[in-house]
């Protein structure tokens, strides 16, 4: 079932009249793409965009984090606490890490999908007690983005179907987005970004 999207959750301009939009998965996910494939449609739109500084490691089970910022004008790359329009989180503790960026009435969308880091698979550390019900909490939409990405053709795609579900919140043409999945995904894996990104979108409905 679609997760429809509250009215309050519509984004408000920062202070630059920007849109800030925070990913923060692990390394291996995808995040870096889709922060790729966010900036691109944002200027095929006529958007000025930044990007941050990748924030921790970025290889496979190490954090990553990235902000894209984008508006007709956007003066510098820094999010600030509680500034993010929307927080694009590719599991579920990350999320967590995450929500003190978000604004009174920004939106959270969440794989619903938990990865144990090295320290929780040596014993040194535990996961996070109760993380959906307390992402639930906070007003964010959970999206079976493995589950999709595996009904797509591959679950190395959960990251597209998570920004199918971002661009049902933002205002650009979804034709816009796919035109930039097919320019930057291998040939033979366009179809199932494609499929990806359309069942992403479906979880959403705007309010």
Request: proline share 5%; glycine share 10%; charged share 15%.
């Amino acid at each position: 079932m679609a997760a429809s999207m509250n009215s309050t959750a519509q984004a408000v301009p920062y202070s630059d009249g920007a849109l800030t939009v925070l990913l923060a998965g692990v390394g291996g996910q995808g995040t870096i793409l889709a922060a790729d494939l966010l900036a691109r449609t944002a200027i095929a739109n006529g958007m000025q965009v930044k990007l941050s500084e990748i924030h921790g490691m970025a290889q496979r089970g190490g954090s990553v984090t990235t902000v894209v910022r984008l508006g007709k004008q956007v003066n510098s790359m820094v999010a600030d606490e509680g500034s993010a329009d929307y927080i694009l989180s590719f599991e579920t503790t990350e999320a967590l890490r995450a929500i003190p960026f978000l604004r009174k009435g920004g939106l959270l969308l969440v794989n619903d999908e938990s990865i144990k880091p090295l320290p929780v698979l040596t014993g040194k550390a535990s996961m996070p007690a109760n993380a959906q019900k307390r992402l639930l909490a906070y007003g964010a939409h959970l999206i079976p983005a493995s589950r999709l990405a595996r009904e797509a053709g591959t679950v190395k795609c959960a990251n597209v179907v998570l920004l199918g579900a971002l661009a049902a919140g933002m205002d650009f043409p979804a034709e816009s987005w796919e035109d930039q999945i097919r320019l930057k995904v291998p040939p033979k894996t366009i179809d199932i970004n494609i499929a990806a990104f359309r069942s992403g979108m479906a979880c959403i409905e705007p309010a």
